[in-house]
């Protein structure tokens, strides 16, 4: 999984529910079907939430990593 | 985001409930927002917002109280009362405020709850009403303002967020009986 390359960042430290949800599905949209978003929140709720979200839009989590209190995430656009 | 302004929304116009029902594989959420408390509203559009997000249909169907979230003459002066919450106020960074809860009837108080919760939630960057509002509309959410709220309370189609469709029990749960998960709020 080390051949993940970023294509864009998006940044929802700080942010709570719905907001990392909100601003994912947003920013997937703006980049190409193939590309990455990885996305950084401190929301504990973010993994599920993630997971859930890559689930129901299909956009699958590439791989997520936390520590620190900082979740990261990586998805591809599919569609 | 929809440039929320000084605060004329307009919702996606709304197909009728009957052709809705057709022809789509998303999942669909069917909301009733019956209060219209600031804090009653949040978890409407937290749960409507999420929805949206994860590429659902989302319909509300607002009614009673409810029915203030896209009045025009009220949406943007929606209060949190304190009377009659024993849960009120929140432990605030932390600490627990003890506060007698018959001292909600104390004139003010409910501007400063009001105050209060707009505050905590800005704390912790949450969106206010309006931009939670207008993550709604370009999600896609539809509104639909309850008939027969609008004719006990008096409440005129002019008045109703511009793309807000009127209509009755029987409409929605149309709507409705076709959703893959309906919330009563």
Redesign the interface.
Known sequence: MNDITTDQLLDCSGLLCPMPVVKTSQAIKTIEVGQVLEMVATDPGAPLDMEAWARQTGHPLLKQTAGDGEYRFWFRRTK | MTDVGERTFTAPTADTPMEQTSGSDR?RMALVASKGGLDEVFPVL?MA??A?????EVGIFCTFYGLDMINEKRMHKLKVSPIGNPAAPPPLKGREIGMPTFLGIIPGMTKMATWMMKGWMSD????DFEEMMA?CID?GVKFYACATTMGVMNVKQEDIMKGATCLGAAAFLDFAADADLALFI
């Open positions: 999942k937290i917002t999420t949206a997000a994860l590429d659902w912790s960057k949450m969106p993550i999600g």
